[in-house]
């Protein structure tokens, strides 16, 4: 089992930053891309940004230079930086990491509540 727990989600005013981070533990032989999904209230679950083993990163556009994501290989954790927030990123914000143990399998983090106020 893979065990994924996230942290630095919270409340902030438009314009403000937070950092969210999320690490991987358990019996992991090697890990693929992570990523980061958010869904608000109502709408589905949509990308955010990912980032493979070799550092490559992608965005949506609503994102692009205002978020950064980035991952340390040897603590198995990805973070997104969040910069210049808008109440339009409010949302519960979800890591997943795509793994292998001989199959390739995807977990999901229990999610983080980013609130935007205006």
């Known amino acids: 089992q893979v065990q994924l727990v996230e942290s630095g989600g919270g409340l902030v005013q438009a314009g403000g930053s937070l950092r969210l981070s999320c690490a991987a533990s358990g019996s992991i032989f090697s890990i693929n891309a992570m990523g980061w999904y958010r869904q608000a209230p109502g709408k589905q679950r949509e990308l955010v940004a990912t980032?493979?083993?070799?550092?490559?990163?992608n965005y949506a556009d609503s994102v692009k230079g205002r978020f950064t994501i980035s991952r340390d290989n040897a603590k198995n954790t990805v973070y997104l930086q969040m910069d210049s927030l808008k109440p339009e990123d409010t949302a519960v914000y979800y890591c997943?990491?795509?793994?292998?143990?001989?199959?390739?399998?995807?977990?999901w983090g229990q999610g983080t509540q980013v609130t935007v106020s205006s």
């Open positions: 980032i493979t083993s070799g550092g490559s990163t």
């Open positions: 997943r990491v795509d793994w292998r143990r001989g199959s390739l399998f995807i977990s």
